[in-house]
């Protein structure tokens, strides 16, 4: 497959699956929007899972980026923060439907399944970029407060799905700005 059939398979992939959902959206489905040949795609992913998670791959390097991007050019604490701004901006996006690492935990629930694996490891990717900078400040419970801070986010990005964007990761913001007060930072 060519680099760009590849990409163009695993772009209608990641936008069929998060609208849809993975169960929900069909192999038929996806290669008549990308115009990939069944055979080929069973060429390159031996099954749906297989392309499922490369799908969620591409989502997580995207996030990986960004969040590498701004921990390269700010301060540990305006890094932690950008999170929420960048949740917001996310939550805003007339896409928005929730987040597709949550979706994949819930419908491959079994936490042994690959899937639910590759979720959880972008949840523990999010909760050690969280520890890294407050390591990076000195926080003596920098487990503890990445974690907290997660639970901010990850609930911002729930009540956003469950209840439609509004001002969720800003008011989380506020809370995360509080915590770190707190911490001394």
Do not use: W
């Not at 849809?20 to 069909?26: F, N, P």
């Amino acid at each position: 497959m060519t680099s760009r059939k590849r990409e163009q398979l695993l772009s209608t992939a990641v936008d069929l699956f998060y609208r849809e959902g993975y169960h929900a959206t069909g192999i038929d489905r996806i290669l008549a929007e990308s115009g990939v040949a069944k055979m080929t795609l069973y060429k390159h992913f031996r099954s749906k899972d297989e392309l499922i998670m490369a799908a969620l791959e591409v989502r997580r390097q995207r996030t990986a980026e960004r969040m590498l991007e701004a921990e390269a050019r700010l301060q540990p604490r305006a890094v932690i923060l950008a999170v929420f701004d960048g949740l917001q901006e996310f939550l805003q996006d007339e896409a928005f439907r929730g987040c597709a690492f949550i979706h994949a935990a819930a419908e491959f629930h079994e936490r042994s399944h690959p899937i639910h694996r590759q979720a959880a490891e972008q949840k523990a990717f999010v909760e050690a970029y969280f520890q890294r900078q407050l390591e990076r400040l000195g926080v003596r419970s920098a487990a503890l407060l990445a974690r907290q801070l997660q639970y901010l986010m990850e609930g911002a990005l729930v009540m956003a799905h469950i209840h439609g964007p509004a001002d969720q990761a800003r008011e989380a913001r506020q809370a995360a700005e509080s915590l770190l007060q707190v911490a001394g930072i």
